[in-house]
């Protein structure tokens, strides 16, 4: 098959769970055809069978702002006539799924049908997409998709509630490919840690939905009693906020930031407990990558967190904003070797369930369902 995924570049969960796709189906032998307005950062350029299309966006004074929709829209076009796709897969609706909308009727002028899968990642719903001001082109978007698709069942109530969703959605959760993910060499870990210290992650894109003050305030519990290493993984708006908790708290000798790194599977291979007390999740793609290296999450009780996470068993989940409860599950694990060894353990297991054989191959049954239909 002939591919196009149109996506973010950015290390946000629908960016690399559309890039990972386009890598998994490159590898079973499709031709993948991935647009977007920079190169996606975890896209596999050593990939033979995956392409990569940049939307360029001219600067032209009439516009205070870029017509980024319309550079998109013409690009999937041109893309789709010259590639001859068979099929588009569009991850995160705004702007991606109107601009497909528009390429398929202009293409639909030139005698060609291009069926539009458009999955639903989350903010682009329950943030952005509820927006009065998008709200409209949002759910028109989706209504005028051949298929939809949320990564979870939490996601799919959210956007049936908020829109007037005329198309069945599909739940397809996200993958980890668990090969890439593994404990690391103890050698890796003293470069950041004594072997005294326990080591906590958190990776996101430091935006205030991800609660990342919450992350120091609870390590700050934690290290009061158990000396540990903080490792923050990202980059954002609130980074500069977060630093300054950090110099305030006296935390500065304890807190890694490491920024918007490609090596997030060391981190996650040398942690100890990962962190993730977000306002909402609609699935929480960076806790399962923890989980596949063995690393019990302790996170917010919300969203999709709650179909990946099993409390109890491979973490803990407490209600938004309590870090006094978030830093006593830490400190449950730390203090417990039995406990932690076994929630690491169930940690991967969990992952294993999300594999990216089983859902990529649900995804390629449904290219193969839509383009038979076309034809």
């Known amino acids: 098959m002939r591919i196009g995924i149109i996506c973010h570049p950015t290390f946000g969960g629908s960016g690399v769970m559309a890039t990972e796709l386009a890598n998994y189906l490159g590898r079973k032998g499709h031709i993948l055809h991935v647009i977007s307005h ?3 950062v975890r896209l596999d350029q050593c990939n033979g069978n995956v392409n990569f299309h940049e939307v360029i966006v001219d600067p032209y004074p009439l516009f205070h702002y870029q017509p980024y929709e319309l550079a998109l829209a013409s690009t999937i076009v041109e893309t789709v006539r010259r590639e001859n796709l068979d099929i588009l897969h569009v991850h995160y609706a705004i702007p991606h799924a109107y601009a497909a909308y528009m390429a398929s009727q202009i293409l639909k002028d030139q005698n060609l049908n291009i069926p539009i899968i458009t999955t639903l990642h989350g903010t682009d719903i ?11 082109a949002v759910c028109f978007s989706i209504n005028h998709s051949t298929h939809v698709t949320a990564v979870s069942q939490s996601l799919k109530e959210q956007t049936t509630e908020l829109f007037k969703i005329q198309k069945p959605i599909q739940v397809i959760p996200n993958f980890v490919d668990s090969s890439q993910y593994r404990r690391e060499p103890i050698s890796l870990r003293r470069t950041i840690a004594m072997d005294s210290q326990a080591i906590i992650c958190h990776v996101s894109n430091f935006r205030p939905v991800k609660r990342i003050l919450d992350v120091i305030q609870i390590f700050k519990k934690v290290n009061d009693q158990r000396d540990s290493k903080l490792i923050m993984v990202g980059d954002g708006p609130d980074r ?9 708290l006296g935390l500065s000798g304890n807190v890694i930031f490491r920024g918007k790194t490609y090596d997030v599977q060391s981190m996650l291979g040398i942690s100890d407990i990962f962190l993730l007390p977000s306002e909402t999740e609609s699935f929480g793609l960076s806790a399962l990558e923890a989980m596949a290296s063995y690393v019990p999450v302790v996170a917010s009780r919300v969203g999709g967190l709650k179909e990946v996470v099993d409390h109890g068993i491979n973490g803990y989940l407490e209600e938004v904003g309590d870090i006094g409860a978030m830093a006593e599950d830490v400190l449950r694990l730390l203090n417990d070797d039995i406990k932690i060894s076994d929630f690491s353990k169930s940690s991967r297991s969990k992952a294993e ?10 995804y390629l049954k449904l290219y193969k369902s839509i383009i038979n239909e076309k034809e």
């Open 353 to 362: 369930s999300f594999s990216m054989e089983r859902v990529g191959g649900i």
């Open 38 to 40: 920079a190169l996606p």
């Open 240 to 248: 500069v906020q977060a630093e300054e908790l950090v110099h305030d």
């Open 126 to 136: 329950t943030l952005v997409g509820k927006n009065p001001a998008y709200k409209p």
